[in-house]
């Protein structure tokens, strides 16, 4: 992720930090947002990306509005990964009409997903239409959505690659009753990326998926490491942990997210905001470290006894 001069000093690094960092590179220095890498490629990415079933609104402007809003912080903070899918109703079309506004296609990492269940011709067409709404020529990430006709829809993602017209390819779930098939398919299939639900609320994907996504070299992607919002009630006003602090919290939700993450296994998470203030606090996780093996179960412990 490159951030020119003028988006570091709208970012709220200083001139200071601008001189030490040496101008308009990429991020270094001791304020570096985490990256973790692709295992596949190598390639770095912001381990805080976006969510996106939420951005289905249409074309009303009033809806629109925060979200280009929070689209356009995400940018500026250094985001670059971006999940959205057919399924979440105009969720494309607006990030589409949105990216193209803000002319930031080029700094993003753009993943979808098909879910198309009547063969191979059906899948194209899904891709061509995400394409088409997205307003883009190339998807750095294709998925195949809750497994649906991932047995037609792997060949033609692989197709798709080939061409160069899909960066990645992966598979994805977010709930433990298609684990058993998930795993499966992790054995046999040779694929990039998986995005699963892994939360503290949530433990299961890491019994069997996430070593197996270690061990076959696939990048994870965590989605609902909020529980979809859920867990915020069960943590409600209680206060933060000091020992939290030791690993950069200030917040539950970077409490929430730098557990999930801070899992070996773990490349990004992606939560859902279409609130600036959540873009802002979400991105706080990014950055200091993360916790580590005896620190995660510490959470654990003191998440359970909530
Ligand atoms: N099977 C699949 O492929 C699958 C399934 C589920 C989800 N996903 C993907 O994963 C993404 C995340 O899942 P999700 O959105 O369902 O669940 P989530 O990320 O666990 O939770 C999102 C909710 O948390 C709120 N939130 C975000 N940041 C917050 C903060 N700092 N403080 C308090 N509340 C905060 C959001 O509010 P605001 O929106 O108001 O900011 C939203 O209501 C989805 O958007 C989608 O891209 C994929």
């Given at each position: 992720m490159?951030?020119?001069?003028?988006e570091?000093?709208?970012?709220g690094?200083?001139a200071?930090?601008?001189a030490?960092?040496?101008g308009?590179n990429?991020?270094?220095?001791?304020?570096?947002?985490?990256r973790?890498?692709?295992?596949?490629?190598?390639?770095?990415?912001?381990?805080?990306?976006?969510?996106?079933?939420?951005?289905?609104?249409?074309?009303?402007?009033?809806?629109?509005?925060?979200?280009?809003?929070?689209?356009?912080?995400?940018h500026r903070?250094?985001?670059?990964?971006?999940d959205?899918?057919?399924?979440?109703?105009?969720s494309?079309?607006?990030?589409?009409?949105?990216?193209e506004?803000?002319?930031?296609?080029?700094?993003?990492f753009?993943?979808?997903?098909?879910?198309?269940?009547?063969?191979?011709?059906?899948?194209?067409?899904?891709?061509?239409?995400?394409?088409?709404?997205?307003?883009?020529?190339?998807i750095?990430?294709?998925?195949?959505h809750?497994?649906?006709?991932?047995k037609?829809?792997?060949?033609?993602?692989?197709?798709?690659?080939?061409?160069?017209?899909?960066?990645y390819?992966?598979?994805?779930?977010?709930?433990?009753?298609?684990?058993e098939e998930f795993?499966?398919?992790?054995q046999?299939?040779?694929?990039?990326?998986?995005?699963l639900?892994?939360?503290?609320?949530?433990?299961?994907?890491?019994?069997?998926?996430?070593?197996?996504a270690?061990d076959?070299?696939?990048?994870?992607m965590?989605n609902r490491a909020?529980?979809?919002g859920r867990?915020?009630n069960?943590?409600?006003?209680?206060?933060l942990?000091?020992?939290?602090?030791?690993?950069?919290?200030?917040s539950w939700?970077?409490?929430?997210?730098?557990?999930?993450?801070?899992?070996?296994?773990a490349?990004?998470?992606?939560?859902?905001m279409?609130?600036?203030?959540?873009?802002?606090?979400?991105?706080?996780?990014?950055?200091?470290?993360?916790?580590?093996?005896?620190?995660?179960?510490r959470?654990?412990?003191?998440?359970d006894?909530?």
């Open positions: 490159k951030l020119t001069r003028r570091f000093s709208k970012a690094l200083g200071a930090a601008l030490a960092l040496g308009s990429a991020l270094a220095g001791p304020d570096e947002m985490i973790k890498a692709i295992p596949s490629s190598g390639e770095l990415l912001p381990i805080i990306g976006l969510g996106t079933n939420r951005y289905g609104v249409g074309k009303s402007e009033a809806a629109r509005a925060p979200l280009r809003q929070a689209l356009e912080r995400f903070l250094g985001g670059t990964v971006i959205t899918a057919p399924m979440y109703r105009t494309e079309f607006v990030l589409g009409d949105l990216i506004e803000l002319g930031i296609r080029g700094d993003l753009l993943a979808t997903k098909t879910d198309r269940t009547d063969g191979s011709a059906g899948t194209h067409a899904q891709i061509n239409e995400s394409l088409a709404r997205l307003k883009t020529d190339t750095d990430l294709m998925q195949v809750n497994l649906l006709g991932w037609d829809a792997l060949p033609v993602l692989r197709e798709w690659k080939q061409e160069g017209r899909i960066r390819i992966g598979i994805t779930t977010s709930r433990a009753s298609q684990y795993e499966k398919i992790m046999q299939e040779k694929l990039d990326f998986v995005q639900n892994y939360s503290l609320e949530q433990r299961e994907a890491a019994e069997r998926l996430l070593p197996l270690a076959r070299g696939m990048a994870v965590i909020f529980g979809g867990i915020f069960k943590v409600g006003d209680q206060p942990p000091e020992w939290a602090r030791n690993f950069g919290c200030e939700a970077q409490f929430l997210l730098k557990y999930a993450i801070g899992h070996p296994a490349t990004l998470s992606i939560p859902g279409t609130k600036l203030h959540h873009v802002d606090d979400n991105f706080g996780a990014a950055h200091g470290r993360l916790p580590d093996a005896e620190e995660r179960r959470q654990e412990v003191f998440f006894n909530l």
